[in-house]
Structures are given as C-alpha cells and as structure tokens.
C-alpha cells in the first residue's frame, strides 16, 4: 500500500486547512486510515482515524469538534478538514493505513505510514 499525503501549509489561528491522503496499491475493502502528528520536541500522538467500509470515526480529544474525516471510497482519498486552527495544531501529518476494520489510537497498530506533511499555525 502506498499513501499520498497532500494539503499542508501554512493558516491563522482560526483558520482551516484540508489535508488529503491517496490509498493506493492493495487496500481491498476492509481497512482504516488516520493521521497522527508530532510536534517538534514532542512525541507523536493521534489524531483521528476512519474505518472504509462503516465510516465509523475516532477523534483526539483535542481536536474533536474542530476537525472532520471523510473518505471518497471510490478515489480511495481521505480528507480531514480542520477548521478552528490553534498554534497548538502546528505540526507534520502523518496518514496511516491499516487492514481490518478496529479503528484504534495507539502507532504501533499501523504497519503503513506515508510520508508527512507540515501544518504551520501562526497566532
């Protein structure tokens, strides 16, 4: 599987950015694609992720409300609008890609990680 990651930039606090991610390769129909993120200095954390068939999501507490994962399962893109953006979001954007349909928080249950992308988040 590969996993194109696109969207990043550069937004106010307040403002909204929409970050992509391709699924290509093997995916099948039963899988779960996210995004984590680090900070610089920072561990990665999680940050909200979509199981393809259900649709069923999983957000961080910190971002709940502010961001929104959709999926186009015939492009096999996910996209996660973020909206209401804190300097606190700055970060590089991980997608994630993993077989099966549990969508869970922790990295080591994602085998497939494309490559990230910066969201800067001035104040």
């Known amino acids: 599987v590969q996993l194109q990651a696109s969207g990043g930039g550069l937004a106010q606090t307040g403002g909204s950015l929409r970050l992509s991610c391709a699924a290509s390769?093997?995916?099948?129909?039963?899988?779960?694609m996210g995004w984590f993120r680090q900070a610089p200095g920072k561990l990665r954390e999680f940050v909200a992720a979509i199981s393809w068939s259900g649709g069923i999501t999983l957000y961080a507490d910190s971002v709940k409300g502010r961001f929104t994962l959709s999926r186009d399962t015939a492009k096999n893109v996910m996209y996660l609008q973020m909206n209401s953006l804190k300097p606190e979001d700055t970060a590089v954007y991980s997608c994630v890609f993993e077989y099966g349909s549990l969508v869970v928080t922790n990295t080591g249950s994602y085998d497939h990680w494309g490559q990230g992308t910066q969201v800067t988040v001035s104040s």
């Open positions: 390769g093997r995916t099948s129909s039963n899988y779960v």
